[in-house]
């Protein structure tokens, strides 16, 4: 699988497992929520990179506590229109002050990805033959922004303060 | 009004763009109906029975002369002819090719007008009082706090994708003229107990086939809050309000289904974090902002009223419409004009090309070039001199545009409909056709008096019917059409749900039962007693058995 | 009940109705009149491959009949978007019939 990240492909070293039954015995692993409750004490004691994958319907609440243990945090769009991730991206940089990979993973196409990216999301699972390309699209179609976020791109009132 | 500065601009036409990159995916292939849909919806794009329909913007109903006569030139090089304003204070075209869109929308950039989410499921077009900044019941123009939330909602990465359709309105008068009850937020401008200017923001509300009155979720919020707080309550809906069923996914159904208590409950956590963060509303970006909606420098004029009536005592036609349509304006010597685009036989709220063009002329020359359009489908002149009424109404009638039925039973909101509409199960607009043609006697309309007659094609509502004094509801019944009546609804600051006067009728039978409904009435009513109001003093037995005959009491 | 396919040509929204050549025609008159289950499994996949190619947008099989001499659709709702709306009868115009 090839991930977009900071306008690249790049490989995943993760391996998602958190659709599979078992849980493989080394190397760096994302879980579902079910997989982390059920089995948190060997994960941590693992040592390897850990990351988590959220379903539509799982808030990042749910692993605020837990936030300082995964190097990756992907959150899902089961279907693109379903919107509910774009919460929880901000939630998670600009509430809970997640700092590490946030993974915008399945229904991931496009005319979505900059959304996306403006919310917090860091690296694509892009459904698409040529995800780079997609992604050099998305990232070129706006330059000015009303609503802050924590992209840290200026919005339309701070450039107009700029220019006074 | 507000005018856009380079950052504006830069935005629509990025968003422009965007769009015909979107349109030429589609067209190759690269994007499939499914994709492409929300995409579209979010540009004002439908897909109706005859062709694409466009929905496009007129953010808090305020249109500029120059923008009215650019919908006069799409209409005539892109359509056929004619344009249709809606009960959000839209204007709708019903013949759109898809891959023209793109160059429409360049058009309407090119004069600070949008399609941008007047559809799809995000934040639509803010809608506000058709007399903002002139009425003298006003408190303050609420317009200001419209473009803010306009601004703040275009594109909101966060809130593009919600459950569903997502609906503001604002009042900043007590007279609720923007059906503010039945949005999903109702903001009510007010004073709290030390005198200062804030909202009542109320939630939930909303028509449809599940329609609720909107809840207070609070009753005073500081202007300075507004976008925060609005916010925490997007926010809170779009992780909470439901994806599994579109007719079960507006946030009226989870204020309804959790309470109003603990949705509250959850905003106000959210908001927590936020009210006083980058979202406070800076007082410099709020006087930028007003700045545009400074009153125009209006001459030091005497009332007129007297010279007018002088005039209106020689002419009953002036008269009458000077009773009617015309409003008292907050400055003396000025009028706030309604133009009806409610003609006998006319389809409501549609109006020509050139009838567009003749608007945009009349509000140069009369009315400082600015134009409202009100959610009852109509069209206002706000800043109308009264010595020039007279002169102005001569030119009026001479348009069709001065029928004065200003608020009165053929004052008919209509959706669409089934000739248009593909949502709809009967057709609206033959009804409000004929029973505009079985009340055609002036004086016998303002006899009868203030009365709304709401129309809707199907259960979507989006004629209104449940908030209009009588509410007509068109059904499907075995692939033919029928008409179900309710009575007693209304959209102002005393907001009620119609209830259902009985089985549907054919569409024969609507204009005679509105008669039978009208006489009745009269017969029961006491004197100045406006119908709804006779309705919530006698109930609905009266007009049951008028329309249904002595059957109906036995049902 | 004879059938015919409708749909909305994707490019400028128009009604059309698929014709006994495999083109979409946005004249009912031009439109194939389906008499068989056969047939109408038959055209709708070619209804459905004309969506795939971005031609058409939802295809349907509607119910038709002639009445006064002329093929409409039996449905009221199919019958306005054949001929157009009802109460702007000055907008039926020849590519509308």
Known sequence: MALVKNGELVASEFVDASGAEAIPAAGAVIVSFDQWKAHRDELLK??????????????PELIEGDLAHFAVVALEFPKFRDGRAYSYARLLRERYGFKGELRAVGEVLLEQLFFMLRTGFDTFDIQSADPLKDWRTAVADFSVWYQPTADGRPTAMQLRRGKH | MYRYDEFDARFVNERVAQFRRQVGRRLAGELTEDQFRPLRLMN????????????????????ASKQMRKFAYLARNYDKNFGHFTTRQNLQFNWIKLEQVPDILQHLADVEVTGIQSSGNCVRNITADQYAGRAKDELEDPRVYCELLRQYS?????????????????????NDRAAVAVHDIGLRMHKNEQGQVGFEVLVGGGLGRTPYIGQTIRKWLAPEHLLSYVESILRVYN??????????ARIKIIVNQMGIDKYRELVDKDWEFTKNGVLKVPDEEVARINSYFAPPEYETLADQTEALAKIRSGDRAFDRWMRG?????????????????????????????????AV???????????????????LVLVDVKQSELYELWHKLVALELATPNLGLLTDIICCPGLDFCALANARSIPIAQDISHAFTDLDELQKIGQFTINISGCMNACGHHHVGHIGILGVDKRGEEFFQLTLGGSSDQNASLGDRLGPGLPQAEVPAAIRKIVDAYLVVRQPNERFLDTYRRVGIEPFKSAVYGEESKAA | MPQMIIANRLRDGAVVFLAPNEAWEPAIAAGAVIETDADATRLMDVAKRHEGTCQVIDPQLIEVEVKDGQLRPTAIREAIRAFGPTVRTDLTEVDRK
């Open chain 2, 360 to 378: 945009a002329d009349l509000a140069d020359r009369y009315s400082l070039g600015e134009i409202r359009v009100t959610h009852r489908q109509n």
């Open chain 2, 154 to 174: 275009f594109l909101h990465p966060e809130f593009s994708y919600l459950p569903r359709k997502f609906k503001i309105a604002v009042t900043g008068s007590p």
């Open chain 2, 44 to 63: 004002g794009l439908y897909l109706q029975l005859h062709a694409y329909m466009l929905r496009i913007n007129v953010p808090y109903g305020t249109l």
């Open chain 2, 239 to 248: 992780m909470n309000g439901r994806r599994d069923n579109i007719h079960k």
């Open chain 2, 325 to 357: 349509n015309v409003i008292e304006h907050k400055v003396p010597g000025y009028a706030i004009v309604n133009l009806s685009l409610k003609a006998p036989g006319k389809t409501p709220g549609d109006i020509t090309a050139d009838k567009m063009d």
């Open chain 1, 46 to 59: 693992r040592g390897t990179p850990l990351g988590i994958r959220l379903h539509s319907d799982q808030a």
